[in-house]
Every structure is written in structure tokens, then in C-alpha cells.
């Protein structure tokens, strides 16, 4: 996977500014257009960053308009650069109400798009992988759902953290300890 070290400068001022656009969500999108003249670029220069990122896996292409966004590996490949930008101690816990509040529905996010890009380094059977992915489903279900349910992602995330008990310090165990307060 390419790190955010492999890059080069103007590839890192466009991860960086998409990122900055993006809030770091990877459901959202920016144009890579309005990036490049934010940064002094021509269209063709703006393309081009936009397009190699994609080729390393941490771009996606959104719209055929020029609308892009970070994939889980690109999130995960600048928040590791950057340090940790949410400690685990500042994690919100999904607490006791029946609906999950819109800050822990975004940590809920953050940890679930940081598992699913360290998920093919695993080394997981197939089945150990496939129950990986339906809760991670379950839990983005839930997430999009107007109402997220505080019980079903608590128990999405109890399954995760029982995949991911097999990786001694794996940080992504940590964080759903400290959303579902064990």
C-alpha cells in the first residue's frame, strides 16, 4: 500500500487539501478542479495529481465531472502521517441512548474506514474476512440510516473487536474498546 511518505510534494499538497475539503470522510467529495486552483494549478496538473493518487489506491473518482474523494486507504494513509488526530482517550462511547448522536456516529466512521483499509493486510481466512465485511456493512447500514441504532452497532462492533483480537496491539481494537466502553 502506498504511504502517505511515498509521495511526492505536489501529490501530498492535493492528498492534503482533499482531505482538508473532505473532512476526512470518505463518503464525501470535492472537485479535483477547485483543488487545483486552490492550490495555483492548471486544470491539466490538477487531472493529472488526481488521477496518479487513484492509480495508488487513495483517490476515488465520484463524478464524471471531476468529483473525487478519499478512499479508506487515502484516510487511513494521511491520518497516519499526521499523527493520531483522534486519540483513543478522546474517542466519544456510543453510551446508552436508544440513537447514536451525530460525533459518535463520525468516530464510528473513522474507525470502522481505518479497518477496512488494514483489512487485506490482515491475512484473515475466508470466512474470518467475510464476517469482518457484514458487520462493517451492518455498522455503515446503520450509520446511513437516518436513526442509527446505538444496540446494533454496539454488537457489530463487539464482533469486530472479536476478529481483531487475533492482532496483538492492533490500534483499531483499542478505539472499539473505547467506543463500546470496555
Known sequence: MTTFDDLKGSAREFLTRLYEQTGGETSRQHSMYDIGKNLGWEREAASQA???????????????????GLSAAGAEAIRAALGPMNPASALPRLGTGRILDPPV?????????????????????????????????????QLGSPKPKTAVVRESLRSIEGVLKRFAGNKRLADIRVLIGE
Open 50 to 68: 488526481a488521477q496518479d493518487l487513484m492509480a495508488d489506491g487513495l483517490v476515488e473518482i465520484r463524478t464524471l465531472s471531476g468529483g473525487i
Open 105 to 141: 456516529c463520525q468516530a464510528v466512521a473513522q474507525v470502522c474506514d481505518g479497518i477496512k483499509a488494514q483489512a487485506g493486510s490482515l491475512g484473515l481466512d475466508f470466512d474470518s474476512l467475510a464476517e469482518l465485511v457484514a458487520d462493517l456493512k451492518t455498522v455503515a447500514d
